[in-house]
């Protein structure tokens, strides 16, 4: 096998075009067989074999520099660079990530985990190369659903404009993780299919110089237009028009003709732009029909395509289900999405109200702000959107939504530690930097029915909310729960020993942590506290006893435990606090089960913990004792 041959892109230069044909089959199948055991990336990757396979052959990395947009497309990648033998443990904790990471490789150049960021940081690589007098090439690679981000187009302005030598490579495959929408996808639909457009309009010309008296004026008018259609319909213009260079478009899967236009582009000045077709999920036919549901897979049967696990209830799921029926009765309802349709459990409700939902591509900035104006217009918008993707709208929050105080709905999905994906993906930050925002609300469901009523108590409360919620199932259920009231928290159990304040999916975890003390005769109070913001003080003060303990799927830093803290320093309350979260730093990838044991947060974990705070409190009671004792 080829493969075997290549372990670094060196070995890539000695091999003809057919070699590399036979070694992209074997890369697809080696990808096929990882991913149907550890999950992760499909299509992306099957979708850049060969685009990966020509850049490594052409360029001289790492010495030429490829900037990866989002970065979940380079499994590919890590098999040419020295990584092929450790493609078993990707995403799993200690072994090799799902995204670059420059502690992993010298091929990986900058962290990548969120799209639309790539050209920017090339740019910047550029203009230091620049600087420092070097001569190496720099290679942004993006995909079109990622170049509709503002950030992205905002580059890309900046790099025409300045005249820089470097180059970026549209991977065009139609797709984002949801299918393309907008005004720049169909753009680029219109340039792939420019030469159907060349015949069918000298087959108009014929048919319009037919018409008698106005046929041949039609056509002059027209073609004093010439430049503006062309616009229109040759959108490569639009790129040139910025400063580019434009190539393209070319076959992603001809690894003679990449090589081809990537040797053009090496050999060219100032900036340039490959306009390069791929399909996604390439060479595996499930993923070929059903791109999206193999952007990012669990593991899966190679053969029937089936995913092992499937049919699960999960929060997003819930979520859906339970906006379609709110959508019934409110017409004023309205959802949004970033490009993740599917991913948040929005499918049903775009098919039954589609005249009420909008999908605005990868633009979170735009999406929050989109809210914001059907918001002042009288319309209710709840806008999904995975926790570590908000951060992207932080000042949309602020400028556009909290400080006219608008009723939008705000659902971080994926809220907490999702596990595999890493640092990029983990969605640890939200109601802390929510939480820093006038007039936001900020709860967390215990379970699936709280999730149902508090999206429910959400389109009814005319405030700005962020409801959050994380990826996977219920960790417990309960049959009820108390009304929602706006800053009212749940006393679930009482006890003398032990306070447990804990919020979202962690109030499962408290009452398990409850009942496995109360085997050693702990009595242990559990509230729910619903709400970070407004926060129940009141309930809190009524049940304070024993030792304080707040957990919560989120950062030590702003999170419960500091608001607790708050309440008891404003209170003058002198009483032990142990805070029992994920510390201030970011969390790799591994499963959710693993990182919670490693970072103390599984149920043994935490009864462990509160014993060994129990135990050292009654030895510093009894030293506290014997030194007034002794003093007196």
């Not at 960021?117 to 230091?128: C, H």
């Not at 735009?366 to 959107?385: E, M, T, W």
Request: with cysteine; hydrophobic share 35%.
């Amino acid at each position: 096998m080829i493969i075997e041959k290549v372990n670094y892109p060196e070995d890539l230069k000695s091999l003809n075009i057919e070699e590399k044909e036979i070694l992209a089959k074997e890369i697809r199948e080696k990808i096929i067989e990882t991913v149907s055991e550890t999950g992760g990336h499909l299509a992306s990757n099957l979708g850049v074999v060969e685009l990966t396979i020509a850049l490594h052959s052409i360029f001289n990395t790492p010495i030429d520099k490829i900037i990866w947009d989002v970065g979940h497309q380079t499994y590919v990648h890590k098999i040419l660079t020295g990584r092929k033998n450790k493609l078993d443990t990707l995403r799993k904790m200690g072994g090799i990530a799902g995204f670059p990471k420059t502690n992993e490789s010298i091929y990986d150049n900058f962290n990548t985990g969120h799209s639309s960021t790539s050209i920017s940081v090339a740019l910047g690589m550029a203009r230091a190369r620049d600087i420092k007098g070097e001569n190496n090439k720099i290679i942004a690679l993006i995909g079109d659903g990622a170049l509709t981000g503002g950030m992205a187009l905002e580059a890309l302005n900046d790099v025409g404009s300045s005249n820089t030598n470097m180059i970026v490579i549209l991977n065009d495959n139609e797709m984002s993780i949801s299918k393309n929408v907008g005004g720049i996808s169909m753009m680029l639909s219109k340039l792939r299919t420019k030469s159907t457009y060349i015949k069918a309009n000298i087959k108009g010309k014929r048919t319009i110089s037919k018409i008698p008296f106005l046929g041949d004026r039609i056509i002059k008018l027209v073609q004093k237009g010439k430049r503006g259609i062309k616009q229109l319909v040759i959108p490569k213009m639009y790129f040139e028009d910025i400063g580019f260079r434009y190539l393209g478009p070319v076959d992603g899967h001809n690894l003679s003709e990449l090589e081809d236009i990537l040797k053009i582009s090496k050999e060219q000045e100032g900036p340039i732009l490959i306009h390069v077709l791929t399909k996604k999920g390439k060479g595996y036919k499930p993923a070929e029909d059903t791109p999206s549901i193999y952007h990012s897979t669990s593991k899966f049967n190679i053969k029937t395509g089936e995913k092992i696990g499937k049919g699960k209830k999960d929060y997003s799921k819930v979520f859906g289900e339970k906006l379609v029926k709110l959508g019934k009765s409110n017409k004023k309802i309205v959802a949004i999405t970033a490009a993740m349709t599917d991913g948040t459990g929005l499918t049903e409700f775009s098919k039954k109200y589609p005249k009420r939902f909008f999908d605005v591509g990868i633009a979170e900035q735009h999406a929050v702000g989109l809210a914001a104006g059907l918001a002042k217009s009288g319309l209710i918008p709840v806008v999904p959107i995975y926790s570590s993707f908000i951060q992207r709208a932080y000042d949309q929050l602020v400028h556009d939504v909290a400080i006219q105080n608008l009723p939008v709905v705000v659902c971080a999905d994926r809220a907490g530690i999702v596990g595999n994906d890493g640092e990029t993906h983990q969605g640890l930050l939200d109601m802390s930097f929510t939480n820093t925002i006038p007039n936001f609300t900020i709860m967390a469901p215990k379970d699936f029915y709280e999730l149902e009523e508090m999206l429910e108590f959400s389109v009814e409360a005319k405030r700005p909310i962020l409801l959050r919620y994380p990826r996977g199932g219920e960790e417990k259920s309960w049959d009820s729960c108390e009304k929602i009231t706006l800053g009212k928290s749940e006393v679930l159990r009482k006890g003398k020993d032990v306070t447990i304040l804990a919020i979202g999916k962690m109030v499962g975890r408290a009452t398990e942590v409850a009942e496995e003390l109360e085997k050693d005769g702990i009595e242990c109070a559990v509230i729910n506290s619903r709400f970070l913001k407004p926060f129940d003080e009141k309930t809190l003060l009524e049940n304070l006893s024993g030792l304080i303990v707040t957990i919560e799927d989120g950062t030590i830093v702003g999170g419960l435990g500091s608001k607790v803290e708050e309440v008891l320093v404003d209170n003058k309350i002198n009483t032990n606090i142990e805070k029992i979260a994920y510390p201030d730093e970011f969390i790799k990838h591994g499963s959710v089960g693993e990182i919670e044991e490693k970072y103390g947060l599984d149920t043994i974990s935490i009864v462990n913990n509160i014993k060994e705070n129990l135990k050292l409190n009654r030895i510093r009671n009894i030293n506290d004792r014997n030194y007034m004792k002794a003093k007196f």
